[in-house]
């Protein structure tokens, strides 16, 4: 690993300059504070903590980390990043870009006064210009579960729309035509690919779009509850439904069951899974999946390799399939009314 006298003699400036960049001082015109960054990340310059070498990777969210009515992606992506860190003994920080990053730091400097060699980044659509930023600075970095035509952004990302659009597909097959859709009102990619399904399968189906039985909601059990109300509540209600966030799911069939609303003999319900949720509901919930394990794993595996210069690609473009699995939530259409009927009064509805 270089030094900062190795970097000083490499631009001919005084270690002094190198360590005034590092530490952000006002007293550096720009020029210098460019090259000397850039050198900074050409060469994999780290600090070291007394006289060892950081090993910590971060798993950096550009505002607040994602809150847990998201689902189970950020457990079980944090669970693959585990593994991945494991052969190489690195440990990981948690870190909140906006948060913590001071007026007029730029990225790798952030970075390294934090001690972190490489990051795993998240991303929406809002942020994408933060990520090109670091990117374009060549700080080491990947993202998980977003795509980016700048070749400068590292990416491993799940396409979930060949597999949604099956789900729709499925749904149709079965004799559905009223198919409402509860859209995770977070703009990123894989979102934007569910919904693009969906009124892909309609299309290509002969059914016209009703705008009314789109809804987009912030993911979470109390979403769901409130999308099956207003998707049941009209003259001509749906018959099936497409949650493309599993907590949103999952409230849909809790709504279900208070109204008396047997899933799948009066209403189906498809989901997406992160992890392993549609296992431990009953009926077990019809749902396109993702590994998001598996995505942190792959992410992690790649930063660490490319730290450690075991890496020959100079750059991560990967995409996963995702895939649909048919479980029990799922079945040819109710007659209207029966959709609408509660079987109980207020309570958990009869499943005789």
Not at 42 to 59: D, I, M, Q, S
Not at 108 to 126: A, H, N, P
Not at 177 to 198: E, F, L, M, P, W
Request: aromatic letters at 6%; charged letters at 25%; proline letters at 5%.
């Amino acid at each position: 690993m270089a030094s900062v006298r190795a970097i000083a003699s490499r631009l001919k400036v005084s270690p002094a300059t190198v360590s005034r960049v590092l530490n952000n001082h006002p007293d550096v015109d720009e020029a210098t504070r460019e090259r000397v960054l850039a050198c900074i990340n050409e060469v994999g310059y780290v600090p070291r903590v007394g006289r060892r070498l950081t090993n910590v990777v971060a798993l950096a969210y550009p505002d607040e980390p994602v809150r847990s009515e998201y689902g189970a992606f950020e457990p079980a992506l944090l669970s693959g990043i585990m593994r991945g860190l494991e052969e190489h003994r690195f440990d990981l920080k948690l870190v909140s870009i906006r948060r913590d990053k001071l007026p007029g730091e730029t990225y790798t400097q952030f970075f390294l006064r934090k001690g972190i060699r490489g990051v795993i980044l998240r991303c929406f659509r809002y942020n994408r210009p933060m990520i090109a930023s670091i990117a374009q600075e060549g700080f080491p970095s990947v993202v998980v579960a977003e795509e980016f035509e700048d070749a400068k952004v590292n990416f491993i990302r799940s396409d979930s729309y060949a597999s949604s659009r099956r789900a729709v597909e499925h749904l149709i097959g079965l004799g559905h035509r009223r198919i409402g859709i509860v859209v995770h009102n977070v703009a990123d990619t894989d979102h934007a690919d569910r919904r693009r399904a969906y009124d892909d399968a309609l299309y290509c189906a002969g059914i016209k779009l009703d705008p009314s039985l789109v809804m987009e909601l912030p993911a979470g059990i109390s979403a769901g509850e409130q999308a099956l109300d207003s998707l049941l509540g009209r003259s001509d209600p749906v018959t099936a439904i497409f949650a493309t966030n599993p907590m949103t799911a999952l409230g849909i069939m809790r709504r279900a069951q208070e109204l008396g609303v047997v899933v799948p003999r009066n209403l189906s319900v498809v989901g997406v899974d992160d992890s392993d949720v549609r296992m431990h509901v009953w009926p077990r919930l019809t749902a396109v999946t993702q590994d998001a394990s598996s995505l942190g794993f792959e992410a992690t595996i790649w930063l660490t390799h490319a730290l450690m210069r075991r890496e020959k690609k100079t750059s991560c473009r990967r995409t996963i399939a995702t895939s649909f699995e048919v479980n029990g939530t799922t079945a040819p259409p109710a007659t209207p009314e029966a959709v609408r009927r509660p079987v109980g009064h207020g309570g958990a509805g009869t499943h005789s």
